[in-house]
């Protein structure tokens, strides 16, 4: 499985960004996929998945501001960031769990500053 993101980029707080993740390989292999990120000096973190089912894990944090969606005519998720803040600059990483293993895409980077 190959997970492609793209969507980063510098922004001003209190704008938006939309994130993109597409899948291709052996994309059957795939149960839920969705995003981490990790901020300067800090550990990597799950911001949220969406399974197969159509079950979403938000991390506590997100608090309404980000949207997971999917496309499955694309095998590609989205992630829609509102109202971005200081605190989320971070590189946002593609996830993906498999049956047997788990993939990571490379990350693209979000910069909220003014």
């Known amino acids: 499985v190959q997970l492609q993101a793209s969507g980063g980029g510098s922004v001003q707080p209190g704008g938006s960004l939309r994130l993109s993740c597409a899948a291709s390989g052996s994309i059957f292999d795939i149960k839920s996929m969705g995003w981490y990120r990790q901020a300067p000096g800090k550990q990597r973190e799950l911001v949220v998945h969406l399974t197969n089912d159509g079950l979403t894990k938000y991390a506590d944090y997100v608090k309404g501001r980000f949207t997971i969606s999917r496309d499955n005519a694309k095998n590609t998720v989205y992630l829609q960031i509102n109202n971005l803040k200081p605190e989320d600059t971070a590189v946002y990483y593609c996830?993906?769990?498999?049956?047997?293993?788990?993939?990571w895409g490379q990350g693209t980077l979000v910069t909220v500053s003014s």
């Open positions: 996830h993906a769990y498999g049956l047997e293993s788990d993939y």
